[in-house]
């Protein structure tokens, strides 16, 4: 069961019904899905994968999937989850654009960071950004993600592939003071 996580500013807990509409305006907006997947998708397609968060990952309990709020109003997207592109898992973030520049993107993309480390145990969390995306790329350095390869994509674009390992976040954590 994906748990709820809590930010100085945002809430991300695990999506109910009447989050649909959200979720499709923030996945329509192509200033967000261009950097999603494979893009922008029929409406169809956003609301089929609404449904899926539910009746699969959720039901299932495949991998964590929480809908991002801020001050009550759904703003974004994060998941956690194990991919074969990365062999390991990867965070996927997505926030309104009304928010981009705000800090909300690095302290969302902390926060499922310090889950995949903590709750879930793990030594790597890696991130799939495409190479033009470099607001993105930025935040992940800013945040301790190192780029270690790059995919050639289908349409001759190129995905770098990112990866933040618990040891250079512990090296990078401040001396306690006592």
Same mark, same amino acid.
């Given at each position: 069961?994906?748990?709820?996580?809590?930010?100085?500013?945002?809430?991300?807990?695990?999506?109910?019904?009447?989050?649909?509409?959200?979720?499709?305006?923030?996945?329509?907006?192509?200033?967000?899905?261009? #950097?999603?997947?494979?893009?922008?998708?029929?409406?169809?397609?956003?609301?089929?994968?609404?449904?899926?968060?539910?009746?699969?990952?959720?039901?299932?309990?495949?991998?964590? !999937? #929480?809908? $991002?709020?801020?001050?009550?109003?759904? @703003?974004?997207?994060?998941?956690?989850?194990?991919?074969? =592109?990365?062999?390991?898992?990867?965070? !996927?973030?997505?926030?309104?654009?009304? $928010? #981009?520049?705000?800090?909300?993107?690095?302290?969302?993309?902390?926060?499922? $960071?310090?889950?995949?480390?903590?709750?879930?145990?793990?030594?790597?969390?890696?991130?799939?950004?495409?190479?033009?995306?470099?607001?993105?790329?930025?935040?992940?350095?800013?945040?301790?993600?190192?780029? !270690?390869?790059? @995919?050639?994509?289908?349409?001759?674009?190129?995905?770098? =592939?990112?990866?933040?390992?618990?040891?250079?976040?512990?090296?990078?954590?401040?001396?306690?003071?006592?």
């Amino acid at each position: 069961m994906t748990p709820t996580l809590c930010t100085e500013r945002l809430l991300l807990d695990p999506y109910v019904p009447e989050d649909e509409e959200g979720f499709i305006a923030l996945f329509q907006d192509v200033r967000v899905s261009q #950097w999603m997947g494979d893009g922008l998708a029929p409406e169809a397609a956003d609301r089929a994968l609404f449904g899926r968060i539910f009746t699969k990952v959720y039901a299932q309990n495949l991998f964590d !999937v #929480w809908a $991002v709020r801020s001050d009550g109003l759904l @703003i974004g997207h994060a998941e956690i989850k194990p991919t074969d =592109v990365v062999g390991g898992h990867e965070i !996927v973030y997505a926030l309104v654009p009304a $928010v #981009w520049g705000s800090g909300l993107g690095t302290e969302l993309a902390e926060a499922v $960071v310090a889950y995949g480390f903590g709750t879930l145990g793990l030594t790597e969390v890696h991130a799939t950004v495409a190479a033009a995306n470099s607001a993105s790329l930025t935040l992940l350095g800013r945040i301790g993600f190192e780029h !270690v390869r790059d @995919i050639s994509e289908d349409d001759g674009s190129t995905t770098r =592939v990112l990866t933040r390992t618990l040891a250079a976040t512990e090296g990078s954590s401040p001396a306690p003071h006592g």
